[in-house]
């Protein structure tokens, strides 16, 4: 079946340091592919989007490409902050279902 | 203006008692789902509802039961609470549903505690 295989966390970065969060997944047919941060004591807020292979999706300064050769979605930062301390979530949606990785808890120190 | 709201925000229940999650959106959408989120994140979907249909029903006791009295409202019943239902409930919308990419709105959550 569908699934979303994520890199375990956490993940402690200090501030300005790269970030890549793996995603690889599994589908049949052509999903489109999320990642999701939720910041603690919120719900999920969408980050970036990719809706085709090659697509890059971006938004705050992350950033992560569809790589359907690799079925891969890894999401990537070049300088990272206090702030993006949160849990980050890789989703796909195929045939109606939305299908979400277990979530990596990113924690970067001032 | 919150867009996707629940009520209540924390639960705490004893074992064997029926408790409901309500849920609001008013962003217009078609769809809603409820998720149910464990203690180590791992993200999970219930029910989804399109127009007020169920559309997707994935395997949950049947002591949980969606209600979906119009587009806007999504709520959740659950019967003869048990410890492992101890969770964190979301609720969610979007646009539509299918194969496009339809963003989907989380509410803020409802942390559900059985002893």
């Known amino acids: 079946g569908d699934s979303v295989t994520q890199m375990e966390g956490p993940v402690t970065l200090s501030e300005e340091a790269f970030l890549t969060i793996n995603c690889t997944y599994t589908?049949?047919?052509?999903?489109?592919l999320f990642w999701y941060v939720q910041y603690p004591g919120e719900g999920l807020q969408l980050l970036l989007k990719?809706?085709?292979?090659?697509d890059k999706g971006s938004n705050k300064g992350f950033e992560a490409t569809y790589r359907k050769e690799t079925t891969s979605f890894h999401l990537e930062k070049g300088s990272v902050q206090v702030s993006d301390s949160a849990v980050y979530f890789c989703?796909?949606?195929?045939?109606?279902?939305?299908?979400f990785g277990s979530g990596t808890k990113l924690n970067v120190k001032p | 203006d919150t867009a996707v709201s629940q009520t209540p925000k924390y639960l705490v229940t004893q074992m064997g008692n029926d408790k409901s999650i309500k849920c609001e959106q008013n962003?217009?959408?078609?769809?809603m789902y409820w998720y149910k989120q464990d203690s180590k994140k791992f993200l999970k979907i219930m029910f989804s509802?399109?127009?007020?249909?169920?559309?997707i029903n994935e395997t949950v006791p049947n002591r949980f039961s969606p209600k979906s009295p119009d587009k806007a409202h999504l709520n959740l019943h659950i019967n003869s609470l048990e410890l492992g239902d101890s969770a964190v409930y979301f609720c969610?919308?979007?646009?539509?549903?299918?194969?496009?990419?339809?963003?989907?709105?989380f509410g803020p959550g409802t942390r559900l505690t059985v002893t």
């Open positions: 969610a919308s979007s646009e539509g549903y299918g194969t496009y990419s339809y963003e989907q709105y």
């Open positions: 509802y399109n127009n007020k249909e169920l559309i």
């Open positions: 962003l217009g959408h078609d769809t």
């Open positions: 989703a796909l949606i195929s045939f109606n279902k939305f299908y």
């Open positions: 990719a809706t085709k292979a090659d």
């Open positions: 589908a049949t047919g052509y999903p489109s």
